[in-house]
C-alpha cells in the first residue's frame, strides 16, 4: 500500500520496454503519491557519468578568479558560472550553500529560440568538458523522453504528447557543488524549494541530505540505490495537471558533524518545454471535485521568468 508507506519504491526504466503501461502505472502513482519517483537502469552509462564526476570537481577545484570569468553579470544563471550564494530560496532567509555551472541546449544558428536560450559557455579546461556534458546532456534528454512518455500514459494521453512541447526544449544541465560547511553552519545548502520545470531528474542524491516534505509535513529523507536517478515534479507539470501530479517541497539539509567536511556533488536535469509552450491545464485534470485553478493559460517563457525573478537569479 503506497499511501501508508513513506517511502519511495525503485522502479526500473528497463521494464517500459517490456510493459509500457505497467510501468508508466507504477511511475505515476509515485509522482501523484510523492511528486518524486526513484528511477533505475535509467540508460545513461556509468563510465559517461564517472567522465561527468571528474569533470564536475575538477571545474570547481579551479582557483576562483578563474571560475568567476565564466559568470555572466544579468544572465540569470542561465549559461556557466553561479558564485557561492547566489542563489535563494523563494520565501528564505538564508542563501543556499552551493556554487553551479549551467549546460543548455545547443541549437543552430538562426534558431528561432535564439534569443530565449542563450549560447553555451565552455570553460578552458579541464579538456573535454564540453564533449562529456554535450554528450550527458543528450542522454538525460533520451531518458527523460522515456520517463514523459509514462507520465502521457498514465495521465489517459498519447505516449508521444509530450514530444512537440520538449522539442527544442529549453532545458538545462546544473552541475552542482555544495563545499564542506561549518558545524554551526545556520544555512542549509539548499532550502526548501519546489523546482520550476515539468520535470527534473537528478544523479548524485546517494550522499545523504535530500529530503522531501511528505503528506504528514514530516520531511522525508529520499535515499536512491546505487547510480539510481531521483525524478521530481516540477511547478510546469503541476500547474499542466493541475495539481493531479504535485510539485513538493525539498530541500539539501548540511550532513551529520562527521560529514560536515566532505563536499557534495550533483547533477539534476532541469527538463523544460520550448520557450514557445503553452502551459494549459490538462482537460482530463479538470472535474467537478478538483476545478481548474489555472484558467489563464501561460507560456513556459514567461512563467519561467516570473520563477527566476522570485528566487533572486534575475533582477527586477
Known sequence: MLD???EIPALSLADQQSDPDGFAQAFGRSFQRFGFAVVRDHGIPADLI???????????????AEKRS??????????????????????ATHVDLKEFWHVGRELARGHRFAADMPANIWPDRPEGF?????????????????????IARYLGLAPNW???????????LRLLHYPPVDANAPEVRAGAHEDIN??????????????????????????????AMVVNVGDMLQRLTNHVLPSTTH????PPPERRGHARYSMPFFLHPAPDFLIETLPGCISA?????????????AYLHERLVEIGLIKK
Open 162 to 172: 509530450f514530444d512537440p512541447a520538449v522539442k527544442d526544449g529549453n532545458s538545462v
Open 251 to 254: 530541500r539539501v539539509v548540511n
Open 289 to 301: 471535485e478538483r476545478p481548474n485553478r489555472y484558467p489563464e493559460p501561460i507560456s513556459s517563457h
Open 70 to 91: 565564466y559568470f555572466v553579470e544579468g544572465g540569470g544563471g542561465a549559461r556557466g558560472y553561479t558564485p557561492f550564494k547566489t542563489e535563494i530560496a523563494k520565501g
Open 50 to 64: 564517472e567522465r561527468a564526476w571528474a569533470m564536475t570537481k575538477a571545474f570547481f577545484d579551479l582557483p576562483e
Open 130 to 150: 564540453r564533449e562529456t556534458f554535450l554528450e550527458l546532456f543528450q542522454a538525460f534528454d533520451d531518458a527523460g523522453d522515456k520517463l514523459l512518455s509514462a
Open 198 to 227: 515539468l520535470i527534473t531528474l537528478l544523479l548524485g542524491a546517494e550522499e545523504a541530505g535530500l529530503e522531501l516534505l511528505d503528506r504528514d509535513g514530516k520531511w522525508l529523507p529520499v535515499k536512491p540505490p546505487e547510480g
Open 4 to 6: 501508508t508507506l513513506a
